[in-house]
């Protein structure tokens, strides 16, 4: 038997000539930089999303790192960033010189916790750093805990960013990720729920004078004509190619979305006696990027799952305090003993819109057969 963890060919298949007609069609009018389907995805994902400002970029670090020169950060600022994600989130504000302050995460969501982010606030200034931002991660496509964070960041004048790398389409109370932060960014690397093939990214956002500060920041700090240059910037752009895919998979997301919620429903109760599985907090819709259980026997399951030819990943098997290029990071001083626990519990299933229910119950009749054996 050969599962895969995510099939892209599946997808592929059942869009059918769309695609290839899509690239075909960039291909032959040659727009390839900034062409007319970035445009048209723009306005889709501002549609979609209820988002007024939607602006594509390279990938989903350049996203970040965009809002972070939009916002002026450097030396001495300190970014609020969990200690549980994908090494961007802190990468991107390294960059600009800034500090990634590393708090701890919730143990059943996965996502910032409040009480630490207070924590590392009070801790910072101690420091004598300015706290300046915090990134929510929307870890395996649950949006974060935004309304008690909002508290938090407008109480202590902090910017608001959503790392949504993982969560396109996910919803809060009705909003949908691209609405629930100052800023949101989205990427669109092959793997994620909206991917291209290659890289994409972009950042939505309801600022109106941050949203042209970014249009420029992302062209060599464009000003009002071609090689007038108001900015020191980046070059990170969307191909047109990767916007006309994007479209295409876009008009089939909905469904996608639908479906990867009747998986992770199937996973929970089938799993639930067996594992630590997901919980949503109240208001909150997942796209369902990973299925992520808890187990504490999680690296004998893992390698029996392998043998019985049952693809899983491990996000994230060490924290960004334990990464050598991350190390000299404040970490918040009540520590972030969840994160490090985490990293050696988590397991994510194979997920993807396209799987099979035959293919879903042999996956879950190993998993059972792992844990109990
Ligand atoms: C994938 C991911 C990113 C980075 O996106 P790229 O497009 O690969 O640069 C950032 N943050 C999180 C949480 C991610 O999962």
Same mark, same amino acid.
């Given at each position: 038997?050969?599962?895969?963890?995510?099939?892209?060919?599946?997808?592929?298949?059942?869009?059918?000539?769309?695609? &290839?007609?899509?690239?075909?069609?960039?291909?032959?009018?040659?727009?390839?930089?900034?062409?007319?389907?970035?445009?048209?995805?723009?306005?889709?994902?501002?549609?979609?999303?209820?988002?007024?400002?939607?602006?594509?970029?390279?990938?989903?670090?350049?996203?970040?790192?965009?809002?972070?020169?939009?916002?002026?950060?450097?030396?001495?600022?300190? =970014? %609020?960033?969990?200690?549980?994600? %994908?090494?961007?989130?802190?990468?991107?504000?390294?960059?600009?010189?800034?500090?990634?302050?590393?708090?701890?995460?919730?143990?059943?969501?996965?996502? /910032?916790?409040?009480?630490?982010?207070?924590?590392?606030?009070?801790?910072?200034?101690?420091?004598?750093?300015?706290?300046?931002?915090?990134?929510?991660?929307?870890?395996?496509?649950?949006?974060?805990?935004?309304?008690?964070?909002? &508290?938090?960041?407008?109480?202590?004048?902090?910017?608001? =960013?959503?790392?949504?790398?993982?969560? %396109?389409?996910?919803?809060?109370?009705?909003?949908?990720?691209?609405?629930?932060?100052?800023?949101?960014?989205?990427?669109? %690397?092959?793997?994620?729920?909206?991917?291209?093939?290659?890289?994409?990214?972009?950042?939505?956002?309801?600022?109106?004078?941050?949203?042209?500060?970014?249009?420029? /920041?992302?062209?060599?700090?464009?000003?009002?004509?071609?090689?007038?240059?108001?900015?020191?910037?980046?070059? !990170?752009?969307?191909?047109?190619?990767?916007?006309?895919?994007? /479209?295409?998979?876009?008009?089939?997301?909905?469904?996608?979305?639908?479906?990867?919620?009747?998986?992770?429903?199937?996973? !929970?109760?089938?799993?639930?006696?067996?594992?630590?599985?997901?919980?949503?907090?109240?208001?909150?819709?997942?796209?369902?990027?990973?299925?992520?259980?808890?187990?504490?026997?999680? &690296?004998?399951?893992?390698?029996? /799952?392998?043998?019985?030819?049952?693809?899983?990943?491990?996000?994230?098997?060490?924290?960004?305090?334990?990464?050598?290029?991350?190390?000299?990071?404040?970490?918040?001083?009540?520590? =972030?003993?969840?994160?490090?626990?985490?990293?050696?519990?988590?397991?994510?299933?194979?997920?993807?819109?396209?799987?099979?229910?035959?293919?879903?119950?042999?996956?879950?009749?190993?998993?059972?057969?792992?844990?109990?054996?």
């Amino acid at each position: 038997m050969s599962i895969p963890f995510i099939d892209l060919q599946a997808q592929r298949k059942a869009l059918g000539p769309l695609l &290839d007609e899509a690239i075909k069609r960039v291909l032959e009018r040659g727009d390839f930089i900034q062409g007319k389907e970035v445009q048209e995805f723009e306005e889709a994902l501002s549609l979609f999303t209820g988002a007024v400002h939607s602006l594509t970029c390279g990938n989903g670090t350049d996203a970040l790192t965009l809002v972070g020169m939009a916002e002026g950060l450097g030396a001495g600022d300190a =970014v %609020f960033v969990p200690a549980f994600t %994908f090494v961007a989130t802190a990468e991107a504000f390294s960059v600009l010189g800034a500090t990634p302050y590393l708090i701890d995460v919730d143990p059943i969501t996965f996502n /910032l916790s409040v009480e630490s982010l207070k924590q590392g606030i009070a801790d910072s200034k101690l420091a004598g750093l300015k706290p300046k931002m915090v990134v929510a991660v929307d870890l395996f496509g649950q949006p974060a805990n935004y309304n008690s964070i909002k &508290d938090v960041s407008e109480e202590h004048g902090l910017i608001l =960013v959503a790392d949504a790398a993982q969560a %396109f389409g996910a919803s809060l109370y009705g909003k949908r990720v691209g609405t629930l932060a100052d800023y949101t960014t989205l990427s669109f %690397f092959p793997a994620k729920p909206l991917g291209c093939y290659g890289d994409g990214g972009a950042i939505l956002t309801d600022l109106d004078g941050k949203a042209t500060l970014i249009r420029s /920041l992302m062209q060599h700090g464009k000003g009002g004509e071609k090689y007038d240059n108001v900015n020191i910037g980046l070059n !990170s752009r969307l191909d047109t190619i990767q916007a006309a895919i994007l /479209l295409e998979k876009l008009k089939v997301f909905e469904d996608e979305l639908s479906s990867r919620n009747e998986i992770a429903k199937r996973y !929970s109760k089938s799993l639930e006696e067996f594992a630590e599985t997901p919980s949503l907090i109240e208001g909150a819709i997942s796209n369902w990027a990973q299925y992520t259980i808890k187990l504490e026997r999680r &690296d004998e399951v893992q390698s029996k /799952l392998k043998e019985v030819g049952v693809p899983t990943a491990v996000y994230y098997p060490k924290p960004l305090n334990q990464q050598n290029a991350y190390m000299h990071y404040p970490v918040v001083s009540s520590g =972030v003993t969840v994160s490090e626990k985490l990293a050696s519990q988590v397991l994510s299933l194979p997920m993807h819109a396209y799987m099979p229910e035959k293919t879903q119950q042999q996956i879950i009749e190993h998993v059972i057969d792992a844990i109990t054996q």
